[in-house]
């Protein structure tokens, strides 16, 4: 199986659970990578960071990246800045660049675009500047822009293809993927690829929707009301497959 993300840094991943239930062999590498857009491509976007009150974050990588330019651009993001961000995990990683419990922080509890968007609702008058890659879900912006909310989408880094080495091993009876960037990735690695018996299982309803877009047959689709992560998908297909495979 290979799993298109970082190998997990527990040794408890539930992913290793599986490995020893079945006896599988679970390669981890991820199909997709970022790279950084620098300010000398930023400034085409004709942005000015420090004009906005408010920053919203989905992601670690959005806040690495934010800081990363306005340290490159050498601007000192002033105190006052406030940040909105889509869960409490993300808004503790801010701590890596600014003293936390003296800034203005906000993040939804359930980790939903809904509850963030209400959130920053409550703070119309701010002016928002959202850090996003160049392929990006659309969920959030599309909301912000139902409530009228007054933001900036700006691209501060890009997802690209991992590429495959010409001697790198691919026979995989699984791949999972995580992203419609992961597919489309696997499918400009492979453009001959022929799915046959290999099976494919995706997290989200986006990154299936980019499975049966390129004609690809998916297997495991998660998450479900029966299988609400990835991994117990996985358990459950695997489960009914190694009893078919003893009969």
């Known amino acids: 199986m290979l799993v298109s993300q970082p190998k997990p840094t527990s040794e408890k991943s539930p992913y290793y659970d599986l490995a020893e239930k079945y006896g599988l062999k679970i390669d981890f590498r991820p199909f997709i990578k970022v790279e950084p857009i620098y300010a000398k491509e930023f400034r ?10 408010a920053v919203v974050f989905t992601s670690r990588t959005a806040i690495d990246h934010f800081f990363r330019l306005c340290e490159e651009m050498r601007l000192t993001v002033p105190e ?3 940040y909105f961000c889509i869960s409490e995990q993300v808004a503790l990683y801010l701590q890596k660049y600014i003293i936390y419990r003296k800034r203005k922080i906000f993040h939804s509890v359930n980790g939903k675009a ?3 968007v209400q959130l920053i609702q409550k703070h119309g008058t701010e002016t928002f500047i959202v850090p996003v890659t160049d392929v990006h879900k659309e969920d959030l912006l599309v909301k912000l822009d139902e409530k009228k909310v ?3 989408k700006a691209v501060m880094y890009r997802t690209v293809s991992n590429e495959f080495g010409i001697d790198e091993p691919f026979d995989y009876d699984m791949l999972v993927f995580f992203s419609p960037s992961g597919v489309a990735s696997l499918l400009k690695n492979f453009p001959n690829f022929e799915q046959g018996d290999l099976a494919i299982a995706t997290l989200g309803p986006t990154t299936a929707k ?7 047959r998916l297997d495991v689709e998660a998450p479900t009301p029966e299988t ?3 991994t117990a998908a996985l358990d ?3 489960k009914e497959n190694h009893k078919a495979s003893k009969k």
Request: charge should be negative.
């Open 228 to 230: 609400p992560s990835i």
């Open 236 to 238: 459950a297909f695997l």
């Open 114 to 116: 809904d509850e963030l």
């Open 44 to 53: 085409q976007q004709r942005i000015s960071i420090l004009d906005y009150t």
């Open 150 to 152: 007054d933001y900036t």
């Open 80 to 82: 006052s800045m406030k």
């Open 210 to 216: 980019a499975v049966k877009d390129f004609g690809l």
